[in-house]
């Protein structure tokens, strides 16, 4: 069965840091979604892209944060600089395309810590 | 900001009992799903409703979307042990296909 895969897992880094993460969506699914998951509460949403462009970034803190996906295809999440309060889960989900009631897939996700 | 409220948070129950889980909203949604999450993955999707007042059962769960689709509830019967985790309402709206998360509910069923 076709996953959303996402690397690393898990990061510890330290405050003013730059960190990366990776996003490999399902194949074919031309909306890619970037999420920030707190412990315990619902995903919030920080980018969503269709193919190669970004559809809606508008919680997507531009100072620190910065998303793309130059083929279409997988994407990278960047903060820089990390600070203590951007420790989360963050999420990648994808979907065949833009439209209504379409099931997002979740990949497992990078756990985020900053020390 | 979490426009759809879930209520309880936390739930705390013994096997073999029933709950609701309950996701409210002042906004109208074109469409509901539930999502659960277990600890260290992503939401998996249990179901999509888009018609108010429709009722979708899936094994010992059942799913109600508000006939005004601003609300939506999940009934657990006979709970087990693997029901455990986090649940998850998500409304949609319009063609983008963005999702609203609710503030979500932790349940736990003990033996």
């Known amino acids: 069965e076709a996953e959303v895969a996402q690397s690393p897992r898990y990061k510890i880094t330290e405050k003013s840091q730059a960190v990366a993460f990776w996003c490999d969506p399902i194949?074919?699914?031309?909306?890619l979604y970037w999420y920030r998951q707190i412990l315990g509460q619902g995903p919030e949403l920080l980018v969503q892209f269709q193919d190669e462009s970004v559809v809606d970034d508008s919680q997507l803190p531009k100072d620190r944060f910065s998303a793309e996906r130059l083929k279409g295809v997988d994407s990278t999440l960047k903060i820089q600089p990390a600070e203590l309060g951007d420790s989360a889960m963050y999420l990648c989900?994808?979907?065949?395309?833009?439209?209504?009631?379409?099931?997002?897939?979740f990949g497992p996700g990078t756990r985020l810590t900053v020390l | 900001t979490q426009l759809l409220e879930q209520s309880p948070q936390f739930l705390s129950i013994q096997e073999g009992e029933n709950l609701t889980v309950y996701c409210n909203s002042s906004s109208v949604f074109s469409s509901l799903q539930w999502y659960r999450q277990e600890p260290g993955e992503g939401p998996v999707l249990l179901v999509t409703v888009v018609t108010g007042g429709e009722v979708k059962k899936l094994k010992r769960l059942t799913f109600q979307f508000g006939d005004a689709r601003k609300d939506s509830s999940l009934h657990i019967t006979a709970a087990q042990t693997g029901d455990t985790g986090l649940y998850l309402c998500a409304g949609g709206r319009g063609g983008g296909n963005k999702l609203t998360f609710g503030t979500g509910t932790q349940l736990k069923v003990e033996l």
């Open positions: 989900a994808s979907t065949p395309g833009l439209g209504t009631a379409h099931t997002q897939y």
């Open positions: 194949s074919g699914h031309a909306t």
